[in-house]
């Protein structure tokens, strides 16, 4: 995990939230859901990006909420 921000990975048959970079999870659920209920919270708070990874491991969604390098024109 590689890129900056929060991450919903699979831990197990349950569900953890880790930050880019860290050892260990922040906090661990049993259901996704919950899961990336709380990497969006602290993703927001932190102005950072949310990966949502599949029981495979692999990213199935990204969400962005801070500067996005690419600004929209309109």
């Known amino acids: 995990?590689?890129?900056?921000?929060?991450?919903?990975?699979?831990?197990?048959?349950?569900?953890?939230?880790?930050?880019s970079g860290a050892s260990k999870a922040s906090a661990t659920f049993d259901t996704q859901q919950q899961a990336?209920?709380?990497a969006t919270e602290v993703a927001k708070n932190q102005r950072t990006e949310l990966y949502i990874h599949g029981r495979d491991g692999r990213i199935r969604e990204r969400n962005s909420y801070g500067?996005?390098?690419?600004?929209t024109k309109g």
């Open 36 to 38: 990336i209920i709380r």
């Open 67 to 71: 500067n996005d390098p690419h600004p």
């Open 1 to 19: 995990m590689s890129k900056a921000g929060q991450h919903v990975v699979p831990n197990g048959d349950k569900w953890s939230v880790r930050k």
